[in-house]
C-alpha cells in the first residue's frame, strides 16, 4: 500500500491546497484527491510540479508499507 504524505510535507512548508494548485496547475479537487489517498495513479508532470513547489523529493511525498 502507497501512504500519500503530502500534507504533512504541506503544513511543514506551510502552503495551502489551493496555493499549491495554483503553483502546480491542478485543481484543488484533483489535488484533494492526491491528498487524501483517493486518486489511483498520479502522472509524473504532476509529481514533479509538486516536488519543485514543496521543494522536496518524491519519497517525501509516498511511503509504501506492506
Not at 504524505?5 to 491542478?26: F, H, P, Q, T, Y
Not at 484533494?32 to 483517493?38: A, I, P, Q, R
Amino acid at each position: 500500500m502507497i501512504i500519500i504524505r503530502l500534507d504533512r510535507v504541506m503544513a511543514d512548508r506551510k502552503i495551502s491546497l489551493n496555493e499549491l494548485a495554483e503553483k502546480v496547475g491542478v485543481t484543488n479537487v484533483n489535488l484533494s484527491n492526491l491528498k487524501t489517498g483517493k486518486m489511483k495513479g498520479i502522472r509524473f508532470e504532476t509529481l514533479e510540479a509538486i516536488c519543485r513547489a514543496l521543494d522536496c523529493q518524491p519519497g517525501d511525498l509516498m511511503e509504501y508499507k506492506e
